[in-house]
């Protein structure tokens, strides 16, 4: 994959804890109010007897910087680690974690990590580039699998979490701070407006009604950390469901008119998305074959 579609150089990448709440951080890069688009975010949260981290990040060296800012506020053990999905840049890092440290994946995130690990690592290494640590990475997956929703108790913090469906991966896993009502997502929401869905495995119909569930499940009051970027709103969601419904709909209507690839691709720039910096390697490269192909 050629360097200009790299969403963000990983040898460059800070990262830097941000509280949202007593006891809860996101981890974020430290350019990540200058872009629409950053390294993977992260984050933790502290409970009486205990931390549980959210994402370890693309290699061992990101991770040692998600457990230095636990460090910075607590010396409590980090008791359990969820990743959101088997994409590289969210569970690399598991082995830097301590060995007590209890690693939670959806049943399908497991199941890809022990089967496929060396494949996604071809294909972080050529999104992300060689030479950056994720050679040295080694496959660490579950303790603990989900195929619906679980709790854990902190000592006075609740950390719920949930698998509402299929956004980009069949282990999407939604992890909510129950007395902050603060939610990480993980790549179910790449980042605020203008970022969009990236249909790294397709499936747009699908995804398209858990963007819908996750609205429903949210209020007004929510703070969603995503995948990249900034802090979201509630309301931020709604930007993903337009695009993602828009571009269902233009992909119906190209195939019942029966036009071609060329004419098909055309109907589809959606060019009012554009402002994304991602627009041109992910709507036009990813989610727009993505979606034409489909059945």
């Known amino acids: 994959m050629q360097q200009k579609n790299r969403p963000f150089e990983l040898a460059d990448v800070q990262m830097h804890a ?6 809860v951080y996101a981890v974020m890069a430290s350019d990540v109010d200058d872009t629409d688009h950053t390294a993977t975010n992260a984050g933790f949260i502290v409970g009486d007897s205990g931390v549980l981290v959210v994402e370890s990040l693309s290699n061992g060296r990101l991770a040692s910087q998600v457990i230095g800012e636990v460090r910075k506020v607590t010396a409590l053990p980090i008791r359990f680690l969820v990743n959101t999905s088997f994409h590289g840049d969210h569970c690399f890092g598991n082995f830097a974690f301590p060995s007590q440290t209890v690693i939670i ?4 995130t497991k199941r890809v990590i022990d089967e496929r690990f060396e494949q996604d690592r071809t294909f972080m290494i050529g999104l992300l580039g060689a030479g950056v640590g994720i050679e040295e990475v080694v496959a660490r997956s579950a303790d603990l699998t989900l195929s619906g929703s679980c709790s854990v108790d902190l000592g006075g913090k609740h950390v719920d979490i949930e698998h509402i469906g299929y956004a980009q991966t069949d282990g999407d896993l939604v992890v909510r701070v ?3 009502n603060i939610v ?4 179910m929401l790449q980042g605020p407006p203008p970022a969009f869905p990236w249909l790294l495995e397709g499936r747009a119909e699908e995804a398209l009604v858990t963007y819908r569930r996750l609205y429903e499940i949210l209020d007004d009051d929510t703070v969603i950390v995503p995948g990249h970027g900034r ?3 509630r309301a931020d969601v709604l930007y993903s469901i337009t695009y993602l419904d828009r571009l269902t709909s233009g992909a119906r209507e190209a195939r019942d008119k029966g036009l071609s690839a060329a004419q098909a691709r055309e109907a589809l720039a959606m060019k009012e998305f554009s402002d994304y910096s991602m627009y041109e390697f992910i709507h036009l490269q990813v989610n727009i074959p993505a979606v034409l ?3």
Request: aromatic letters at 4%.
């Open 184 to 187: 990480f997502v993980g790549n």
């Open 18 to 23: 941000r509280q949202l709440a007593d006891g």
């Open 105 to 108: 994946h959806h049943e399908a």
């Open 293 to 295: 192909e489909a059945e």
């Open 178 to 180: 129950r007395e902050d």
């Open 231 to 233: 802090t979201m709103r």
